[in-house]
């Protein structure tokens, strides 16, 4: 029985139209972006080629991209190499132009991705800031001839750095009318595949919809299986079967009616004997290519195809052309074959025998490395792994993982480097030449690029583990300098001092370069906690450095040197901090500028320069994206350390907008550190999620700085709630979590303390004279932490800033503030003011808004208490314009809570009872069981006043007691019920 392929779309109009709607094809509306889901072989491809010919019809130009299944060596941005191929065949001279304006772009021309021969390009870095502008220009100036549809299949086999490319073009607005389609298998994405939560950031994007492509009904499947035999009868008895087997997937269904039957995943032994039924058809040397090419992957060219079989040129013209005929492979682009789908290619292969495998995978190595027919390192590696030639397969995940790290990929680089490790470690011996300890340098450098700076550490101390006892001082100290270095990038129990120690002995002897760099890495660890020995090995290192000409290594421990120097000449730090960055950039030292920058941009925030602050870290960065280091530790903190500043000044929406880096798949440690900031951010306006801190208390012993934050956000949650307990509760956890990473008295411990003591003011008012009495306990405690921070930071003149000083202060008036609603021990009238009024000036020379009016909402609750009407007024009017800027909602119901809005008097709605705003005061009191001369401490009134106050209010309300009255005035809604 004869079949082919159905040339007819059946059962997908709702689909088309959808996405000639959305994408704005044949109408005047603005171009959009569409992920287009579904199962394998559920039809994504039939229907993409459908809206190929509507968009040409609608005079469209369309383009198009593939990823490659190539397991872990995938090429950066492999399916828009595929497109400029395409550009530059059809379009060469806006190829020329933009690779004109964008020299980087040239870097993706398909000629320039194949496997070379010599190392000339190896030294040459692609800018992937340049390259994702480049790629996006040249959408733009095609689409000045025309609208332009860009379609980009099979994401689900996308590498890091194409779905990178992707975040970039779907969150970057184009002059012209481009429309992007990305399509992906929904079922190959399991919970850890990387494409998952990267779609569902995508989805969440302005101007990108998602598209899933359902199976088809069974009166769609019926109809599919008809237009497969307009020339033949079926049964009715096979139809059935079809159907019932499809499960409306169109692929199936012409599988079971064509060629072969495939699913995702591993496939059922009942499929596979379909698929070797409609192989057995095929004669002996056809089903030998067929096998070929399914370990080639989806894609084999005809130079490969017959390096690996040997045939003559007629010979397999010929079995290429009985396996097209048959629908089993295709031709597809640059002269090469596919199978008719994936799926099926995998199919094949898992039928292969092991020793079949191996053997073919070999020949493919062989081709490969014969120079004769293009291929990529990555490629070469992969079938050398599967063919079990682990020397070659090393030797190619290295030059693989070269390439990636030169074009902007350090996380593939990583992987590759990673895998060329594992396999040498089965090796009985390292291949000559090869340097197996800087192999595992150059794998956790890769790592620390990309963010994964625990992965890193992991890598070096399993190497360090593996060395013998008698290894190479040079050796053993090189692992443990980078070992040091690694651990001050990431919170850890471990000693980098002691480390970097040990290195610095072992590497006495070693070159120049070696000692230099581990001096600087101890002088480093030293830091601010040996302020003498580490200026000292610092300047031993720089010594060194300088007299050889390590460029790169003398920054880097100028850049400590300058940290360590608390010289009350700022002028002068500031410009020391830029020298070092600009000599940094002009030696083309990356890293070096990076951090030089970072601690320009640390400089000014301690110091309160917030302008200043937030120019370094944007500095570090943009520079960071232009040259593949987004996620290296400096930048990913600088993201956050300027979104910080931002909040601090006010800018919210600015500020969570710089943390959504959705698309950008960060590592995990600052995913969850940005997270924790934007749940702050939400917290202080009323709308943060109820699971959100779960979540995060999850990721608290990750970092720090995500229990610090993520903490801090649960005790300004606490304090909107009045749940002192709780505020306890989290104060203990964060320390108990960050003591072991960071210290016991780490500076954030002061601020805290200050909001827990807070909370335990606010709740005093409401609190019972013995729930007043176990609260003092907390508070005592509180207090005595705080002085405790401010004692161990009492040396350290950098670092005890505006925000340092605006806490001190804050934390004196909470202590007061809580000693008068508590009324144990309670202050004075003109302390408490003095107190609040020195806080609210601190924090206005600190500069963040919301704790300015927080500050200020308190500050006026005081001055009302005190008789200060009009300061009182003035106070809160200021604190309710920042509440009302900022959408500080909690903090404005704070403010109407204390009286601060203009109010009428109370009324007694049915009895027509009026009381003034200082009865009104007094009755919150008397109903929460405080006594007249509790009440008069509080309000700064005599106890004779308190009780005419009380007289009046029982007389207004016919009440014949405290109790009574307390009551009335909750039924008639004069006070909370």
């Given at each position: 029985?004869?079949?082919?392929?159905?040339?007819?779309l059946?059962?997908?109009?709702?689909?088309?139209?959808a996405?000639i709607?959305?994408?704005?094809?044949?109408?005047?509306g603005e171009?959009?972006?569409?992920?287009l889901?579904?199962d394998?072989?559920?039809g994504k491809?039939?229907?993409l080629t459908?809206?190929?010919?509507v968009?040409?019809?609608?005079?469209w130009?369309v383009?198009?991209g593939?990823?490659?299944d190539?397991?872990?060596?995938?090429?950066p941005?492999?399916p828009f190499?595929?497109?400029?191929?395409r550009?530059?065949?059809e379009r060469?001279?806006v190829?020329?132009?933009?690779?004109?304006?964008?020299?980087?772009l040239?870097?993706?021309?398909?000629?320039?991705?194949?496997?070379?021969?010599?190392?000339?390009?190896a030294?040459?870095?692609l800018?992937?800031?340049?390259?994702?502008?480049?790629?996006?220009d040249l959408?733009?100036?095609?689409?000045?001839?025309?609208?332009?549809l860009?379609?980009?299949?099979?994401?689900?086999?996308?590498d890091?750095s194409?779905r990178d490319?992707?975040?970039?073009?779907?969150?970057?607005?184009f002059?012209?009318?481009?429309?992007?389609?990305v399509?992906?298998?929904?079922d190959?994405?399991?919970?850890r595949h990387?494409l998952r939560?990267?779609?569902?950031?995508w989805?969440?994007?302005?101007?990108?919809?998602?598209?899933?492509?359902?199976?088809?009904?069974?009166?769609?499947?019926?109809?599919?299986?008809?237009?497969?035999?307009?020339?033949?009868?079926?049964?009715e008895?096979?139809?059935?079967?079809?159907?019932?087997?499809a499960?409306?997937?169109?692929?199936?269904?012409e599988?079971?009616?064509?060629?072969?039957?495939?699913?995702?995943?591993?496939?059922?032994?009942?499929l596979a004997d379909?698929?070797?039924v409609?192989?057995?058809?095929?004669?002996?040397?056809?089903?030998?290519?067929?096998?070929?090419?399914?370990?080639?992957?989806?894609?084999?060219?005809?130079?490969?195809l017959?390096?690996?079989?040997?045939?003559?040129?007629?010979?397999?013209?010929?079995?290429?052309?009985?396996?097209?005929?048959?629908?089993?492979?295709e031709?597809?682009?640059?002269?090469?074959y596919a199978?008719?789908?994936?799926?099926?290619?995998e199919?094949?292969?898992?039928?292969l025998?092991?020793?079949e495998?191996?053997?073919?995978?070999?020949?493919?190595?062989?081709?490969?490395?014969?120079?004769t027919v293009a291929?990529?390192?990555?490629e070469?590696?992969?079938?050398?792994r599967?063919?079990?030639?682990?020397?070659?397969?090393?030797?190619?995940?290295?030059e693989?993982?070269?390439?990636a790290?030169?074009?902007?990929?350090p996380?593939e680089?990583?992987?590759q480097?990673?895998?060329?490790i594992e396999?040498?470690?089965q090796?009985?011996e390292v291949?000559?030449?090869l340097d197996?300890?800087?192999?595992v340098?150059?794998?956790?450098?890769?790592f620390?690029?990309?963010?994964?700076v625990?992965?890193?550490?992991?890598?070096?101390?399993?190497?360090l583990?593996?060395?013998p006892t008698?290894?190479?001082?040079?050796?053993?100290?090189?692992?443990?300098?980078?070992?040091?270095?690694?651990?001050?990038?990431?919170?850890?129990?471990?000693?980098?001092?002691?480390?970097?120690?040990?290195?610095v002995e072992?590497?006495?002897?070693a070159?120049p370069?070696?000692?230099?760099?581990?001096l600087?890495?101890?002088?480093?660890?030293?830091?601010?906690?040996?302020?003498?020995?580490a200026r000292?090995v610092a300047m031993?290192g720089?010594?060194?450095?300088?007299?050889?000409?390590l460029?790169?290594?003398?920054?880097?421990?100028?850049?400590?040197l300058?940290?360590l120097d608390?010289?009350?000449?700022?002028?002068?730090?500031?410009?020391?901090?830029?020298?070092?960055?600009?000599?940094?950039?002009?030696?083309?030292h990356?890293?070096?500028?990076?951090?030089?920058?970072?601690?320009?941009?640390?400089?000014h925030?301690?110091r309160?320069?917030?302008?200043?602050a937030?120019?370094?870290?944007?500095?570090?960065?943009?520079?960071?994206?232009e040259?593949?280091?987004?996620?290296?530790?400096?930048?990913?903190?600088?993201?956050?350390?300027?979104?910080?500043v931002?909040a601090?000044r006010?800018?919210l929406?600015e500020?969570?907008?710089?943390?959504?880096?959705?698309?950008?798949?960060?590592?995990?440690?600052?995913?969850?550190?940005?997270?924790?900031?934007?749940?702050?951010?939400?917290?202080?306006?009323?709308?943060?999620?109820?699971?959100a801190?779960?979540?995060?208390?999850?990721?608290?012993?990750?970092?720090?700085?995500i229990?610090?934050?993520a903490?801090?956000?649960e005790?300004?949650?606490?304090?909107q709630?009045?749940?002192a307990?709780?505020?306890?509760?989290?104060?203990?956890?964060?320390?108990?979590?960050?003591?072991?990473?960071?210290?016991?008295?780490f500076?954030?411990?002061?601020?805290?303390?200050?909001?827990v003591?807070g909370?335990?003011?606010?709740?005093?008012?409401?609190q019972?004279?013995?729930?007043?009495?176990a609260?003092?306990?907390?508070?005592r405690?509180?207090?005595?932490?705080?002085?405790?921070?401010?004692?161990y930071?009492?040396?350290?003149d950098?670092?005890?800033?505006?925000?340092?000083h605006?806490?001190?202060?804050?934390?004196?008036?909470?202590?007061?503030?809580?000693?008068?609603l508590?009324?144990?021990?309670?202050p004075?009238?003109e302390?408490?003011?003095?107190?609040?009024r020195?806080a609210?000036?601190?924090?206005?020379?600190?500069?963040?808004?919301?704790?300015?009016?927080?500050?200020?909402?308190?500050?006026?609750?005081v001055l009302?208490?005190?008789?200060?009407?009009?300061?009182?007024?003035?106070?809160a009017?200021?604190?309710?314009e920042?509440?009302h800027a900022?959408?500080?909602?909690?903090?404005?119901?704070?403010?109407?809570a204390?009286?601060?809005?203009?109010?009428p008097?109370?009324?007694?709605?049915?009895e027509?009872?009026?009381?003034?705003?200082?009865?009104?005061?007094?009755?919150?009191?008397?109903?929460?069981?405080?006594?007249?001369?509790?009440?008069?401490k509080?309000l700064?009134?005599?106890?004779?006043?308190?009780?005419?106050?009380?007289?009046?209010?029982?007389?207004?309300l016919a009440?014949?007691?405290?109790?009574?009255t307390?009551?009335?005035?909750?039924?008639?809604?004069?006070?909370?019920?």
């Amino acid at each position: 029985m004869s079949t082919t392929r159905s040339t007819d779309l059946v059962g997908r109009d709702a689909e088309l139209a959808a996405l000639i709607a959305q994408l704005g094809i044949g109408a005047s509306g603005e171009a959009r972006a569409v992920l287009l889901a579904g199962d394998a072989g559920v039809g994504k491809t039939r229907l993409l080629t459908e809206l190929r010919d509507v968009a040409v019809a609608a005079d469209w130009q369309v383009l198009a991209g593939h990823c490659l299944d190539l397991a872990d060596g995938s090429l950066p941005y492999l399916p828009f190499s595929e497109i400029l191929g395409r550009v530059l065949t059809e379009r060469p001279e806006v190829a020329a132009s933009v690779t004109e304006r964008h020299p980087t772009l040239a870097r993706l021309q398909p000629g320039r991705r194949l496997r070379a021969t010599d190392d000339r390009d190896a030294d040459q870095s692609l800018d992937r800031g340049n390259i994702f502008a480049a790629v996006h220009d040249l959408f733009e100036t095609l689409a000045e001839d025309g609208p332009l549809l860009v379609v980009v299949e099979d994401a689900h086999w996308a590498d890091q750095s194409t779905r990178d490319m992707l975040s970039f073009l779907f969150s970057r607005p184009f002059a012209g009318p481009v429309a992007l389609v990305v399509s992906y298998r929904s079922d190959d994405l399991h919970r850890r595949h990387p494409l998952r939560p990267q779609v569902a950031e995508w989805a969440r994007l302005r101007g990108v919809e998602r598209v899933q492509v359902e199976p088809l009904s069974d009166g769609d499947v019926r109809e599919l299986v008809y237009a497969m035999h307009q020339t033949e009868t079926i049964t009715e008895a096979s139809v059935a079967e079809i159907v019932d087997r499809a499960g409306g997937n169109a692929f199936f269904v012409e599988e079971l009616v064509g060629a072969t039957w495939a699913t995702g995943g591993q496939i059922p032994a009942e499929l596979a004997d379909v698929l070797l039924v409609r192989l057995d058809r095929l004669d002996d040397r056809t089903l030998e290519v067929v096998r070929v090419a399914s370990v080639a992957g989806r894609h084999v060219s005809h130079e490969l195809l017959a390096a690996v079989t040997g045939l003559g040129a007629v010979e397999l013209e010929g079995a290429i052309r009985s396996a097209v005929e048959s629908n089993v492979l295709e031709q597809a682009r640059n002269a090469s074959y596919a199978f008719r789908h994936a799926l099926l290619g995998e199919a094949v292969y898992d039928d292969l025998l092991p020793g079949e495998r191996a053997r073919l995978h070999t020949a493919f190595v062989t081709a490969l490395q014969s120079g004769t027919v293009a291929g990529t390192a990555a490629e070469l590696a992969l079938h050398a792994r599967r063919a079990g030639d682990r020397v070659t397969a090393a030797m190619a995940s290295i030059e693989a993982g070269n390439q990636a790290f030169a074009v902007g990929g350090p996380h593939e680089a990583a992987m590759q480097f990673l895998e060329a490790i594992e396999l040498l470690a089965q090796l009985p011996e390292v291949p000559a030449g090869l340097d197996p300890h800087a192999l595992v340098r150059r794998c956790a450098e890769a790592f620390i690029a990309s963010g994964r700076v625990s992965k890193a550490v992991t890598v070096l101390r399993s190497h360090l583990a593996s060395m013998p006892t008698d290894a190479a001082p040079v050796d053993r100290g090189q692992i443990l300098t980078a070992i040091a270095a690694a651990l001050m990038l990431t919170d850890t129990t471990e000693d980098p001092e002691a480390i970097a120690a040990e290195a610095v002995e072992l590497l006495a002897d070693a070159p120049p370069k070696m000692l230099a760099r581990a001096l600087g890495v101890h002088a480093q660890a030293l830091g601010h906690w040996n302020e003498e020995r580490a200026r000292a090995v610092a300047m031993e290192g720089l010594a060194l450095a300088e007299r050889h000409s390590l460029t790169g290594i003398a920054v880097e421990i100028s850049t400590t040197l300058i940290s360590l120097d608390e010289s009350p000449d700022h002028d002068r730090l500031r410009s020391a901090w830029r020298a070092a960055a600009d000599r940094a950039r002009e030696a083309g030292h990356v890293e070096a500028e990076l951090r030089a920058v970072y601690f320009l941009g640390r400089f000014h925030h301690d110091r309160g320069d917030t302008d200043e602050a937030i120019d370094a870290y944007d500095e570090v960065v943009r520079r960071a994206e232009e040259v593949g280091l987004r996620w290296a530790p400096f930048p990913a903190e600088a993201r956050w350390m300027k979104a910080s500043v931002l909040a601090d000044r006010g800018r919210l929406d600015e500020a969570r907008a710089l943390l959504d880096v959705s698309g950008l798949r960060p590592p995990m440690v600052y995913e969850w550190l940005y997270y924790a900031e934007q749940v702050y951010l939400d917290v202080l306006r009323a709308r943060v999620k109820p699971t959100a801190f779960e979540t995060l208390r999850v990721y608290w012993s990750r970092d720090g700085l995500i229990a610090i934050v993520a903490g801090s956000a649960e005790l300004v949650r606490a304090d909107q709630d009045g749940d002192a307990a709780r505020a306890v509760e989290v104060y203990d956890r964060i320390v108990a979590t960050v003591r072991p990473l960071w210290h016991e008295w780490f500076q954030a411990r002061l601020r805290l303390a200050v909001l827990v003591v807070g909370i335990h003011a606010s709740a005093a008012a409401q609190q019972s004279a013995a729930e007043r009495e176990a609260g003092a306990d907390v508070v005592r405690r509180m207090v005595g932490d705080a002085e405790r921070v401010m004692d161990y930071y009492a040396e350290y003149d950098a670092s005890r800033g505006p925000e340092f000083h605006a806490w001190v202060a804050r934390l004196a008036a909470e202590d007061l503030r809580w000693r008068w609603l508590s009324q144990l021990d309670p202050p004075d009238a003109e302390e408490l003011v003095v107190a609040w009024r020195a806080a609210e000036e601190a924090f206005v020379a600190y500069g963040n808004v919301h704790e300015v009016a927080r500050v200020r909402a308190r500050t006026a609750e005081v001055l009302r208490a005190t008789g200060d009407a009009a300061g009182a007024r003035e106070m809160a009017d200021l604190a309710r314009e920042s509440a009302h800027a900022l959408g500080a909602l909690p903090l404005l119901a704070e403010l109407t809570a204390q009286g601060s809005a203009a109010q009428p008097a109370a009324r007694a709605e049915q009895e027509g009872v009026t009381l003034t705003p200082r009865e009104s005061e007094i009755l919150a009191l008397v109903s929460q069981g405080r006594t007249n001369g509790e009440i008069g401490k509080q309000l700064f009134i005599s106890t004779k006043t308190v009780s005419v106050h009380v007289s009046n209010i029982l007389g207004k309300l016919a009440a014949s007691s405290r109790t009574e009255t307390a009551a009335i005035a909750r039924r008639q809604g004069l006070i909370p019920a």
